[in-house]
């Protein structure tokens, strides 16, 4: 009878341990985690040029690389992007913004706010992919309407919300075309309340397009946990991309050119309190291109080329019917020593560089690596002006056919302007004119 005792109490003891246990496996998880994936400002760069070995970061071969690698370790990922990423209204520029809508619809973005630069091609443009998951909370443009709001559940249970706000400031066209941009706090404050009472989400994600000081101040909002913005004026602009942590809150910005990925960890513990990690992801050469992608990049490829010999005759009409420049091959004559120094240098073979990538075709290419690209009596194709390959004597000291008819002296010349129209910092990030004018003949030479 003692042994039946004991033994019912060990039964006893253990159905309450496994009953204890039960209840622990269906308690509400200790934590749970998200991350946030963001990009912008990619400004029409499809692919970094190569130029300079410091600048080669981005592009969207490495982009849809990383991206993939990081969806294969969790499902629990938001993507997002903050806009401008088109450039300048020209025929290769809507190409490029073609594609790069291609290559945001492959990338399965949960929410993409259109940046001021994103309609510069009109808002039906923006229509052309309609895979493209537009947002816009406090803007009603009038031939795009995208949702105000976007709602994702996350696998592990997680409800994110996310808004997109817009600095009526700088969206000057969209105003004046009929559309209409609301104040961006008023307009939060309306969608948070409504949210909390529709869909209770456990993080609120702001997206912004604002100059970033008024976009920090978004992080004022009540309700809000994450505010991603982005705005950028040109590619050479620095982007500071220093997150701030603020009353259980983080700002962060992608930075320019779509050189790197932000990766947001938030951590939200069985207090509902929220914790963030962030990093950012250089999207340099040990990230491989993505094969799909390569493809993408050529199918890009041959449209630029398409475009340069269907615009050849119209190029030879414009620019051919007048010679102005001499080309290198006469500024020897005179300058010996100075084209020595030219023809060991990189500028000499500046061309057959973009023959060896498969460039020699795109004009934004063309006008670094050739001398007069886009100007009367300049380069016009390897065939029809083949003296004016290279970045020749003439690309710095402008078009010199009257010097040699004349022997005109004391040309005006602002070296140092001409330079900088290819030495910008995202193909020459090291170059100092200042240091480069003052070294010695030998100098150069080493330099090259």
Known sequence: MRKYKTLKTWILTFVFLGSMGDALSFSAPSSRELVIVYSGNTLGELKPCGCAKEEDQGGFERRLTYLKQVFA???????VDTGDNFKEPSTQGKIKARYIMQAMSKSKYDAVIPGDKD??????????????????SNAELRKINPPKIRI??????????????????????????GGSIKD??????KLIKKLKISEHPDVIVLLTHMKREKAISMLNLSGVDVVINGHIEKDTDIIDMTHIKRNGKVFVQPGPRGQKMGELTVHIDNKG??????????????????????????????????LFFTSLESRKNKHGKQKVFASEQTCVTCHPSKHKLWNLSR??????????????????????????????????????????KNVQCEACHGPRLDHIKTLQQNLKLDAKKACKNCHIKNHSPNFNFSKYSQISDDEILDNY
């Open 273 to 306: 309190e929220k914790l963030f990690k962030q990093r950012i992801i250089r999207l340099d050469s040990n990230i491989k291109p993505d094969p799909e992608m390569i493809k993408w990049y050529e199918e890009y490829n041959k449209e630029v080329e398409d």
């Open 152 to 177: 994702k559940k996350l696998e592990n249970g997680l409800t994110v919300a996310i808004l997109a706000l817009i600095d009526p400031d700088l969206y000057y066209d969209a105003k004046h075309s």
């Open 347 to 388: 500028h000499s073979h500046a061309y057959e560089t973009l023959n060896r990538v498969n460039k020699a075709f795109d004009p934004e290419c063309l006008r670094c690596h050739v001398t007069g690209w886009g100007y009367d009596g300049g380069f016009i194709s390897e065939v029809d002006t083949p003296e004016l």
């Open 73 to 79: 370790n969790s499902k629990n990922i938001l993507l």
């Open 184 to 189: 961006p706090i008023e307009s939060a404050k």
């Open 119 to 136: 309609l510069v091609y009109g808002e039906p443009f923006l229509n052309d992919d309609a895979s493209v998951p537009w947002l816009l």
